[in-house]
């Protein structure tokens, strides 16, 4: 072989090296300046963990290649990526006084109303759910819950199901132990019930069962994705605020992290459980996105999280025990 084609055979391959780089390199620059604008990057966005967990490749073979400039680039997306990642799974440690009132509260997709009833009522049994948000809840499925005896374990509720005319996926709901002082709801394209709660011994908390438009389908849908998180509530002196639901959004995605950065603390997040998926279609074991959060009160803290299959649900339940502050004076 002569020394021109042993040069054109490198060039060759540093030119693939560098063309594979490109997908991980732009990922990177997106989820790291979170300039990820419509459709479809804004989907896209949801599977930064996936594209984490392949930024190895375009290293392994910039290396190979001898393409060192492709491999710097593809190895600073690399750490980018995966750093972004697994600080997820970091725990971050809070402390608070003995004996502190604790609140166990749940948020549940009914995915169309089709969730097994029995399976929502166990749940709320097997972890003495306190609060329960619900999305996707339609009358059939609201007779249902009563039926199987949810209103025996919750007494109260705030319930908003969808109507003939509403989107799909519309309707939502709270069920709660504690009687509720006030119902009102956030706007957005689905219904989301908002309530506050007495509880005793400590101050009242304000729960929203969250459901935003998916941003999955179209340009339309993630402006309409875009406005459902802006609507959400500021945390407000005086008032201990928790959102709970189905956000379709991601911690990789901008507009979640500017709700966070009003002030909420995701509750999976600071117990280093945020990488865990509560969402998978049903008949396939892929893709895992974690969709479903609960987003508290700085002034709250946050005990522990598990998430919990229901029958019927192409999302998993999410049950955060949370810790209050006491009631001053």
């Known amino acids: ?102 609140l166990r509260l749940a948020t549940v997709s009914l995915r169309l109303g089709q969730a097994d009833p029995q399976a929502v009522v166990d749940l709320v049994t097997d972890h003495r759910v306190d609060v329960l948000a619900l999305q996707e809840v339609t009358p059939e499925a609201t007779i249902a819950l009563r039926t199987a005896g949810l209103g025996d374990l919750l007494p109260h509720s705030h319930v908003i199901a969808a109507r003939d005319g509403s989107p799909p996926a519309a309707g939502g709901a709270l069920w709660s132990r504690l009687p509720m002082l006030e119902r009102c709801a956030v706007a957005g394209r689905f219904e989301q019930p908002t309530a506050r709660l007495g509880v005793p011994g400590a101050p009242d908390v304000e729960v929203t069962a969250v459901h935003t438009n998916p941003p999955s389908t179209s340009p339309q849908s993630v402006a309409r994705w875009t406005a459902d998180l802006a609507e959400l509530p500021a945390p407000e002196t005086g008032v201990l605020r928790v959102l709970a639901g189905d956000f379709n959004a991601t911690l990789d995605h901008r507009a979640l992290r500017r709700v966070l950065a ?37 002034q709250l803290g946050v005990a522990s999280v598990t998430l919990v299959p229901i029958a019927g649900s192409d999302h998993r339940a999410v049950v955060a025990e949370l810790v209050l502050p006491q009631r001053a004076g």
């Open 262 to 298: 009003l002030g909420y603390r995701d509750a999976a997040w600071a117990v280093g459980q945020a990488l865990r998926a509560t969402w998978t279609p049903l008949r396939s074991p892929e893709p895992r996105l974690t969709l479903d959060h609960v987003l508290v009160d700085p």
């Open 1 to 102: 072989m002569s020394a021109r084609q042993v040069l054109h055979r490198v060039l060759r391959r540093r030119r693939g090296a560098a063309a594979l780089t490109a997908p991980w390199a732009v990922w990177a620059l997106l989820r790291a300046t979170g300039i990820e604008r419509g459709f479809p990057l804004v989907p896209a966005l949801a599977f930064t963990p996936y594209a984490a967990a392949t930024s190895v490749l375009p290293v392994a073979v910039a290396v190979r290649s001898r393409a060192w400039g492709a491999a710097a680039v593809s190895a600073a997306a690399a750490a980018t990526l995966t750093g972004a990642v697994l600080s997820r799974a970091r725990r971050r440690p809070t402390t608070w006084e003995p004996g502190t009132r604790r």
